[in-house]
């Protein structure tokens, strides 16, 4: 059964970091490339991180600089390191593989884990 159970959120202070992290089952993790997708209230859900099996990374231009995607193919796990949190960070943050895992005709997502950055 696939599943994605994305953890490591909070409510931080801007400025602050937080390290998010997803474990996947289900799937081959390390055959994958693996995203981290975030969604604010009344936006569409964007991509902001992408790492490849063999560990090349992208980051959006939104977040380079300020958050690093990594990966530890032993414990099925993707994380994203954020650092510099700013207020328009503000969101809940999912993973996924490339292509997004589909459940039928639907893409299947974890519950996500949300990160608030206030003062």
């Known amino acids: 059964q696939v599943q994605l159970v994305e953890s490591g959120g909070g409510l931080v202070q801007p400025g602050g970091s937080l390290t998010l992290s997803c474990v996947a089952s289900g799937i081959i993790f390390s055959g994958n490339t693996m995203d981290w997708y975030r969604q604010a209230p009344g936006k569409q859900r964007e991509m902001v991180a992408r790492?490849?099996?063999?560990?090349?990374?992208y980051h959006a231009d939104s977040v380079r600089g300020r958050f690093a995607i990594s990966r530890d193919n032993a414990k099925n796990t993707v994380y994203l390191q954020m650092n510099n949190l700013k207020f328009e960070d503000t969101a809940v943050y999912y993973c996924n593989r490339v292509p997004p895992i589909s459940v039928g005709a639907e893409t299947y997502w974890g519950q996500g884990t949300q990160v608030t950055v206030s003062s």
């Open positions: 790492i490849t099996p063999g560990g090349t990374t």
